[in-house]
């Protein structure tokens, strides 16, 4: 089982950055592929996802270019790096855990974070 805590939201004008962090409790974190999602009105959309060893990733179109997604696997630690801000990324962001070694969809994700807050001002 894996246990993820999501930190590093807040307010930030647009143009800014924000760095999310979202460290995992559990021996086999290295194995899960990890996932960052975003909180729409009615679904839960991917940011972005990173394979268990790294080796590859995945953006939605909206962040491509402007968020990097890496992880630490001596930290158990996975990361979203958020550049270029815009009012539109404004959400509750979610980090996620998957058994599988590459996973894009919500419903491919076992464990969840409770969010972090992330409020881009115009």
């Known amino acids: 089982q894996v246990h993820v805590v999501e930190s590093g939201g807040g307010l930030v004008q647009a143009g800014g950055s924000l760095r999310l962090s979202c460290a995992a409790s559990?021996?086999?974190?290295?194995?899960?592929?990890m996932g960052w999602f975003r909180q729409a009105p009615k679904k839960r959309d991917i940011v972005a996802a990173i394979?268990?060893?790294?080796?590859?990733?995945y953006y939605a179109d909206s962040v491509k270019g402007r968020f990097t997604i890496s992880r630490d696997n001596a930290k158990n630690t996975v990361y979203l790096q958020m550049n270029s801000l815009k009012p539109e990324d404004t959400a509750v962001y979610y980090c996620?855990?998957?058994?599988?070694?590459?996973?894009?969809?919500?419903?491919?994700?076992?464990?969840w974070g409770q969010g972090t807050q992330v409020t881009v001002s115009s």
């Open positions: 996620a855990a998957s058994s599988l070694f590459v996973a894009t969809m919500p419903d491919e994700y076992d464990y």
């Open positions: 559990g021996r086999t974190f290295s194995s899960y592929a």
């Open positions: 394979r268990w060893d790294g080796g590859s990733t």
